[in-house]
């Protein structure tokens, strides 16, 4: 596609639920980069993927949150047992490797209540 | 470990009047600078960036910033915002080589500067 898509856009869940956010990125990117951004927060890095693999996963919070790529592409991000401070924006973005531009998809609004 | 700085919160600014948006960044080389902008909603845009080379680069919708290595700065500016500029900017650096792992992220981001536009 033109751009990074993700998917939902919007996702309201109860509190202990999963959920998975799904992330699309530039055709032929080989990193992709998960990053959190709540309010007055800024961009809180979650975790890095290279191809399939991920060398970077410092940023997740917890162990309830988990994060898999296949294909080289499509990347998932997983929350278990949501609790209401995961409730942020989640943003994927793209780039064809070291030292180039990152693209950011549009984010999905993550609401736990 | 690399930080970025951006002191303002929040910048007023009457439309058409010239603008400049601050950033401080750590690092022990010089990094890759970038500064991204985020509309309400929406993903963040790539704004424009600093690798090497002259110090002051141009980006998209008339934006400048201006690499200062003795100052550690990367400033952005525009000579005159229109309301449409309204919006969050982030200043982001990037290891040379880009991603160097061993806990290292792609970027750091600072907090951003929301910037708001008087009529």
């Known amino acids: 596609g033109a751009g990074v898509s993700q998917s939902p856009s919007n996702k309201v869940t109860e509190k202990g639920k999963d959920v998975e956010l799904r992330c699309d990125p530039i055709s032929g990117h080989t990193a992709l980069y998960w990053y959190r951004q709540s309010l007055g927060q800024g961009l809180e890095f979650l975790i890095y993927?290279?191809?399939?693999?991920?060398?970077?996963k410092s940023g997740l919070p917890s162990d309830r949150f988990s994060a898999e790529r296949t294909g080289g592409s499509v990347s998932t991000l997983t929350i278990q047992r949501t609790q209401q401070e995961d409730s942020a924006v989640y943003l994927c973005?793209?780039?064809?490797?070291?030292?180039?531009?990152?693209?950011f998809g549009n984010g999905t609004r993550l609401t736990v209540t | 470990a690399q930080s970025v700085t951006q002191p303002d919160i929040h910048i007023t600014v009457s439309e058409g009047a010239s603008l400049e948006l601050r950033c401080n960044y750590s690092y022990g080389a010089t990094p890759y600078l970038f500064w991204y902008v985020q509309s309400p909603g929406q993903g963040l845009q790539l704004l424009l960036k600093y690798f090497s080379g002259d110090t002051l680069v141009q980006g998209i919708k008339g934006f400048e910033a201006e690499f200062k290595r003795s100052q550690s700065s990367f400033n952005l500016r525009k000579p005159s915002v229109h309301w449409s500029d309204a919006a969050e900017y982030f200043c982001a650096v990037q290891g040379p080589g880009g991603y160097s792992g061993g806990g290292a992220d792609g970027l750091t981001f600072g907090k951003g500067t929301h910037l708001i536009i008087q009529p």
């Open positions: 993927f290279q191809g399939n693999s991920a060398p970077d």
């Open positions: 973005a793209s780039s064809s490797g070291q030292g180039t531009p990152l693209h």
